[in-house]
C-alpha cells in the first residue's frame, strides 16, 4: 500500500492543491472501497462518490457510499449550447449544472470535472447565472492556481441570450465572437465595470489528468 500511495504521489503534480492529494490519499485508506464513478445520466455527465459492493456470489456492483464518516457528494456537468460561443474553438464548453457534497469533499468533485471537461472539451465554467456562496471559493482556488489555464470571456451581445443590462455593457474584444459568453452572474458580482475581475467570466482548463490518473491507479475511478 505504501509503495502504491508513493506512486500516486509521484503522479500527482507538484502544483496541485494540497487538498486533492490529501483526499485521494484519505480514500485508499478508507476500510470501504469508496471512489469516484463518472457516467451520463439525463442531466448530463455526473462525477460521483460511490463504493463498490459484492453480494454472496461476489458479483459487484456500484452503488452510493453508506455510513457518517464517507464522502457523499455528486456534481454533474453539462455541454453548454445556450450561453454563446464560450470559447468553443477549444472544444465544447461544459457548465456546472448540479452540485451536492459533503463538508470537504466538493474540491476533489470539481477537479476530477475539470480534468474531464478539459478532455472532453473546452474545459468547465461556473453556471452562468447561479453560483451558491459556497461554490464561488472553488472558482477563487482555480483563478489563482498555477497548473489550471484561465480564458478570459468576453460579454454576450446576443439578444436571444443576453438580458438589456449585459448588452448595454461594452465588449472587451468586440471584433471577436468565440469568446462571447453570458455573463450574468459575473456582472452580478462585479458590476458593470468589473464584471472581468470576477472568477465567474471565465473558462478553465487543465492540460493532463492527474487526479483521474491517480484514481485510476488505485482502482478508485469507475468510467462508464
Known amino acids: ?5 508513493d506512486y500516486i504521489r509521484a503522479i500527482l503534480n507538484e502544483g496541485m492543491d494540497s487538498r486533492i492529494e490529501r483526499r485521494v490519499d484519505a480514500l485508499m485508506q478508507m476500510k470501504q472501497r469508496v471512489g ?10 455526473e462525477i460521483r462518490y460511490a463504493r463498490i459492493s459484492k453480494d454472496k456470489d461476489g458479483n459487484a456492483t456500484i452503488k452510493s457510499p453508506v455510513g457518517k464518516s464517507v464522502p457523499k457528494g455528486a456534481i454533474t456537468i453539462t ?20 452540485v451536492q457534497s459533503g463538508e470537504g469533499w466538493g474540491p476533489l468533485l470539481y477537479d476530477v470535472a475539470l480534468e474531464y471537461a478539459s478532455s472532453n472539451g473546452a474545459g468547465l465554467m461556473p453556471d452562468r447565472k447561479t453560483v451558491s456562496d459556497m461554490a464561488r471559493p472553488v472558482w477563487d482556488a482555480y483563478d489563482a492556481r498555477g497548473d489550471v489555464r484561465k480564458f478570459q470571456l468576453d460579454i454576450s451581445h446576443d439578444e436571444d441570450l443576453a438580458d438589456e443590462t449585459e448588452l448595454s455593457i461594452p465588449q472587451l474584444t468586440p471584433d471577436i465572437e468565440n469568446d462571447d459568453c453570458v ?17 465567474l467570466s471565465r473558462l478553465y482548463r487543465k492540460d493532463g489528468t492527474p487526479v483521474m490518473d ?4 488505485a482502482g478508485l475511478l469507475w468510467e462508464e
Request: with cysteine.
Open 79 to 98: 455541454n453548454d449550447h445556450d450561453s454563446g460561443p464560450c470559447m468553443s474553438d477549444l472544444g465544447e464548453p461544459w457548465v456546472v449544472f448540479i
Open 214 to 217: 491517480a484514481l485510476r491507479s
Open 183 to 199: 455573463q450574468s452572474k459575473a456582472i452580478e458580482v462585479g458590476g458593470a465595470d468589473g464584471w472581468m475581475k470576477s472568477p
Open 1 to 5: 500500500m505504501k509503495l502504491l500511495r
Open 36 to 45: 469516484i464513478q463518472i457516467r451520463d445520466t439525463e442531466d448530463g455527465t
